[in-house]
């Protein structure tokens, strides 16, 4: 994609109202704008960086057998009353001319529970595995943090219905699995917290927190063994033994949650009679289980991580390009040439191709933009007939032709 | 896909309270289930759906140009009071706890034109065009007719932002093509019809109009040229001389509005101060056009036109697949094999591997779903080791080797 025909704008000023590095960064690199608290706008480069991520867990979502659907935002009065939420406080509610009252879905087991009742009917209809990726609402008090907490945001929402509980147990670690693949591809390094059930079970759920001294959550967590809690259900405390290997020091971090895994249980099966006949023609109530991914707090939590003062350091597979290429004067040919190289060859570049902008300028960009690969081309390098090409992430670089330089980051996005 | 890997229910039963084709096929097939008045769910198949339209409309849009972003749904009650928007009828409003009021976007001028006003400065940062594929929510008085008129529904809108007149004229005849192989591609006949400006322009806007018996809007075209006029501009009746050939009759029929083209001018402009420096240095105002399709309408008026008793007729690229193999008694290992091998050569295969279902059950299921291209393996084919292959709206079956129906599939997408 050339420069000039992609609508990115950086910005020279951090912004005014903003605290928080990703919101700051995504800001200045023309990811995002700030249409309220705890609302944002998604620009080209940053609608790019969302859809990298959706597209790394649509991948692992469907690798375990589960089915994409979209679901509406607009979910009438009468699903919610039928749970018991329709009162809950960070429900935002409206209603139209015809009376109608609605709430706008922050999470949607009250709108799938009575589809699956309708089309299951018997122990060979399960286990079932439905997902989307969609937006939410949620009156969020606390909006801040850029993307991290937000009143509107994308939501990855899994659910799945079983037989018994030990399906569900099964698959419930089955879906664990599949988040930490999730967010090793996306370079996030997650701990799997023990966290309180909620309303729905006694068990403890699981969190997936990037342990960083920015996040929001605080965790203990043993540093020998995998032993780690909320702050909410903990009853250990920083210096404490581990109770679990009974070797390590218990330590504490704040956190980011990126994803959670809840077992639900029959609660929503109740409300929506979603029952099905067992091998002996018995009624039995759907064993349920919900999981979720936001994908634009992990968008978030991914700059939190990954960025210097210069800019964002994109993990591969969430970057919005693979390389990005840049033009400075008396390379604009060799640019031109080795764009058309790369494009042929399948790559998604980015191209700096702008005549009024400064080498200064474009290489301040391609660091703060943040993609991981950068190749320019100079009067130097079309002298010599090979190209600049630098990871973002190292001071070091390398001449290399442009066969050599589509190898580096092939090479690159192979390696997991 | 195999059947059993995925969520396809299909329904026995007609529903009780949709009279529309569209609203009554897409049920009965299992694409969307109605959550309430205007308001749907699509289940896999239909997402599968949408997607497929999506990416038709992402092709041409980014064909001419345009960019895409992603705007929010939840926009703040001071943008629609710049423009004088917050009390129109069809705007859902809400409000958090905050005290801050919202309105439910039903298109996004007022959120995108001051974006561009931080980021435009002169005549050299025009012209721009920037879309999004987005839902909608619009409180819809007389939601009916399945997926033609929501109150929650799937919106593709592109903005454009010229220095001037002539500038935006160029690119709305560009659009204007744009949209016509989108329709083209999505097997939707479309007029382009003369309508009002509603409160922007005096001039004409263009609407998209699939003229069928069932479309809510009035239609007057003439037989033998271009000339069409909406009912509510139109100073002509049925039988009349076309007033621009001077040789056709004018002729009346119903139309489904499926796209439309504005010329805005500068009414947004003025509102969020949107201006550039021309090549003088003098301030001028951005001059723009927006342009919608609707991808969820546009699915129900494909089904409107393409059906017969037995199902839908899906025009081959809003498919949810390229092929449905069907096994049936003595096939399933031959089907297996098909199965790979399409899969292996990169087709993108609905397979009905289940056991449960008799043969009349997964044609008929095969005819509903409605998929170009079916494909049977049975004790019969087995025996001569070809397949037998049908195109959805013919009545005769070839017996064709494996490779020689992926050929007739291949083929069939390649022709325009």
């Not at 909620?198 to 068990?203: L, R, V």
């Not at 943040?370 to 390098?381: N, P």
């Amino acid at each position: 994609m050339r420069f000039t025909q992609f609508f990115i704008r950086t910005q020279k000023e951090w912004p005014r109202d903003e605290e928080s590095a990703n919101a700051r960064f995504l800001h200045r690199g023309g990811f995002i704008e700030k249409i309220g608290a705890g609302v944002y706008a998604f620009l080209p480069l940053g609608l790019r960086v969302l859809d990298r991520i959706n597209r790394v867990i649509r991948e692992e979502m469907n690798a375990i057998g589960a089915s994409e659907l979209l679901l509406p935002a607009l979910i009438p009065k009468k699903y919610w009353e039928a749970t018991g939420r329709w009162n809950v406080p960070v429900l935002y509610k409206s209603a139209d001319s015809s009376g109608q009252e609605y709430g706008l879905g922050f999470t949607h087991e009250e709108v799938l529970t009575p589809i699956l009742a309708r089309r299951i009917q018997s122990f060979r209809d399960l286990p079932q595995a439905l997902y989307q990726i969609q937006t939410k609402f949620r009156d969020e008090p606390r909006a801040r943090f850029g993307l991290i907490r937000g009143k509107e945001f994308v939501m990855k929402d899994l659910y799945s219905f079983h037989a018994d509980i030990k399906d569900l147990e099964r698959f419930y670690w089955v879906v664990s699995d599949a988040y930490k693949k999730i967010f090793s591809r996306l370079g996030l390094p997650v701990t799997v917290v023990e966290a309180a059930g909620g309303d729905f079970t006694k068990e403890f759920t699981h969190e997936f927190q990037v342990l960083t001294p920015v996040g929001e959550d605080t965790i203990f967590y043993c540093a020998k063994c995998d032993f780690a809690q909320n702050k909410e259900v903990a009853k250990v405390s920083s210096g404490d033994g581990c109770p679990k290997c009974q070797k390590g020091k218990i330590e504490e971090s704040n956190g980011i949650e990126v994803g959670n895994i809840f077992r639900l249980g029959t609660k929503f099966s109740e409300a929506a009679n979603l029952v099905y006949k067992d091998s002996s023609g018995k009624e039995q109530l759907v064993v349920m289980g919900s999981y979720g991914i936001g994908p634009s707090r992990a968008m978030g939590a991914i700059v939190e991580l990954n960025h210097d003062d210069a800019g964002i350091r994109w993990p591969k597979e969430a970057a919005p390009f693979e390389a990005h290429l840049v033009a400075l004067p008396g390379g604009e040919e060799q640019a031109d040439a080795a764009y058309e190289h790369f494009t042929e060859h399948g790559f998604d570049i980015l191209y700096d191709d702008r005549a009024d902008a400064t080498p200064g300028e474009k290489l301040a960009d391609a660091d703060l933009i943040g993609i991981g690969w950068r190749i320019v081309a100079s009067a130097k390098t079309a002298l010599c007939g090979r190209l600049e090409i630098k990871a973002r992430d190292s001071r070091d670089a390398e001449l290399l032709t442009p066969a050599e330089s589509a190898d580096r980051i092939r090479t690159s996005f192979h390696v997991r």
